[in-house]
Nanobody, 125 residues
Framework: VQLQASGGGLAQTGGSLRLSCAASRRTSSNNAVGWFRQAPGKEREFVAAISWNGGSTYYSDSVKGRFAISRDNANARNTVYLQMNSLEPEDTAVYYC?????????????????WGQGTLVTVSS
């Protein structure tokens, strides 16, 4: 499975961006998908995850109430979205999407088997 993350860019504080993660194969429709991010000089951290059918979602405390994860299993590439609102400079990072080893979301990066190349989000103050 190959993943392509897109939608990153420059936003101002309080602005919004929507990230997309498209998979190369439909097999990912049976798996959870997660978003992680890594800021310069910091460890990669969990952001959000969604179950195979979209019925269960997890968020980190730092983005809860501001970000929303969703997925569209009806399209050929099983696209997963991360809507990011009320952006803060602390959200600046490279964002990665990943396909889980199971159907259920996890906050642990070890539970994800395939990773995209990342998309850079920069939030200016």
């Amino acid at each position: 499975v190959q993943l392509q993350a897109s939608g990153g860019g420059l936003a101002q504080t309080g602005g919004s961006l929507r990230l997309s993660c498209a998979a190369s194969r439909r097999t990912s429709s049976n798996n959870a998908v997660g978003w992680f991010r890594q800021a310069p000089g910091k460890e990669r951290e969990f952001v959000a995850a969604i179950s195979w059918n979209g019925g269960s979602t997890y968020y980190s405390d730092s983005v809860k109430g501001r970000f929303a994860i969703s997925r569209d299993n009806a399209n050929a590439r099983n696209t997963v979205y991360l809507q990011m609102n009320s952006l803060e400079p602390e959200d600046t990072a490279v964002y990665y999407c990943a396909v889980g080893r199971s159907s259920w979301p996890s906050t642990n990066s070890r539970d994800y088997a395939y990773w995209g190349q990342g998309t850079l989000v920069t939030v200016s103050s």
